[in-house]
């Protein structure tokens, strides 16, 4: 057998090793797919949110740091509430098939110890706990101080362009009209006449951009010209146009703003709500420098809250959306009061 001989059997058996690889991994995705269909079947997901119990919708609010114990009559699990008060639980249908309901227990420091029963199903659950009525403990020798008119203070990174100067260039595109092109690039639009080209490129500089540039004909017969460079392709730090021209030569103008691309901080303010002892507000993906300005003992002071969320009049928490936007609860510490009514 030949060295041609030998190389056929390898391309072969490549061929073969190449096509079985294949087959296992298709039936390794079978069988995955399987799997976890069969796993989702054996097992049910059930899944609620806690809230405050009040009869104020406004004021029922989500509860994080719920200890959720569930029990199926074998063993116990534990959860925790998000911050969203979001719980899920994930059981085995099989130790469920005579148990029509599961016996949770709701315990947090702050809110009555709660037991309910949740129906075995793919339902939402709902459960409001009750506050617990604590005194808010104020020192008698420390007088209650007051919060008004808060508002919320962020900044955002925006992109600003500072004009620094312009910039003005002409070129040419020397031709000699009337000539036939006979298919010797560059020719007219149409293919007729002998075309010639000319080009300038412009730098603006380190750290500068060009805005607005536009290219015209100014002398010669322009109406047999074309500024072949789009309109789009004439910003950034460096641009190239260029023009043809197929008649006699052409003069082309070129002119374009140059500016100066920087980050600043933009200052913004909005105003949260106010349900009882409790403010909230939400503030998009890109907030930075949080703080919150409030008329505290009726001076005007402005409080950071940074990214610990530390405040020295309200206990704060806050939770992302899906989105990414925020979403931001502080409620009055002891000693502290709104100076007027709340909704």
Request: charged share 20%.
């Amino acid at each position: 057998m030949g060295p041609g001989s030998y190389g056929s059997l390898y391309s072969v058996a490549m061929k073969i090793a190449k096509t079985l690889l294949l087959i296992v991994l298709l039936l390794a995705l079978v069988v995955s797919f399987l799997w976890v269909r069969n796993v989702k079947r054996r097992t049910i997901s059930l899944v609620g949110a806690i809230i405050t119990r009040d009869q104020d919708p406004r004021k029922q609010l989500p509860i994080a740091g719920v200890v959720v114990t569930a029990a199926d009559g074998f063993t116990e699990t534990r959860s925790v509430s998000d911050s969203s008060g979001l719980f899920v639980f994930s059981m085995r249908r099989r130790l469920l098939r005579h148990r029509p309901e599961i016996a949770f227990r709701f315990r947090h420091p702050d809110y009555q110890t709660l037991e309910v029963t949740v129906p075995v199903s793919d339902r939402i659950s709902v459960v409001a706990m009750v506050p617990l009525n604590r005194p808010r403990p104020v020192a008698s020798n420390v007088p209650s101080h007051t919060i008004g008119n808060v508002a919320v203070r962020y900044s955002i990174k925006t992109k600003t362009e500072v004009n620094v100067g312009s910039a003005v260039k002409s070129f040419v595109a020397e031709n000699t009209g009337n000539v036939a092109c006979n298919g010797h690039p560059p020719c007219s639009p149409d293919g007729k006449w002998k075309a010639a080209r000319g080009s300038v490129s412009l730098d603006a500089g380190a750290g500068n951009e060009f805005r607005n540039a536009r290219a015209s004909c100014i002398a010669g017969p322009c109406p047999f010209t074309l500024i072949e460079t789009p309109a789009s392709a004439m910003n950034g730090r460096t641009i190239n146009i260029s023009a043809l021209a197929w008649s006699d030569t052409a003069t082309f103008l070129v002119e374009a703003e140059v500016v100066h691309p920087m980050l600043s901080d933009l200052v913004r303010n909005l105003y949260p709500v106010i349900f009882g002892n409790a403010l909230n507000f939400t503030l998009p993906p890109l907030a930075e420098g949080v703080s919150l300005q409030a008329d505290w003992n009726s001076q005007t002071t402005i409080f950071p809250i940074g990214p610990a969320l530390i405040l020295d009049w309200a206990d704060c928490n806050a939770r992302t959306n899906p989105d990414r936007t925020r979403v931001f609860r502080c409620e009055l510490k002891p000693g502290y009061r709104w100076t007027n009514n709340a909704s």
